[in-house]
């Protein structure tokens, strides 16, 4: 299966970005993992949003789900 780089690269910002991991951790999960994560830190970030009232945040409108 072929990745589109760009894809690759904006799940693996984002999921190091929230969880402070490695390069390698990130690439050694298997994409249907990393787009879990990337799911999950969508949820997170919209219920801070929510309860802060900012409208900060990725939110889950982050746009790399399945």
Known sequence: M???PDRLYSEV??????FHWSLDS???LEHTDRLRYV?????IN???SASSGS???FGSGFGLGR
């Open 46 to 48: 919209t219920r801070i």
């Open 55 to 57: 409208g900060s945040g």
């Open 26 to 28: 990130i690439l050694d």
């Open 2 to 4: 072929t990745y589109a």
């Open 13 to 18: 910002a984002y999921v190091a970005y929230h």
């Open 39 to 43: 799911e999950e830190i969508g949820r």
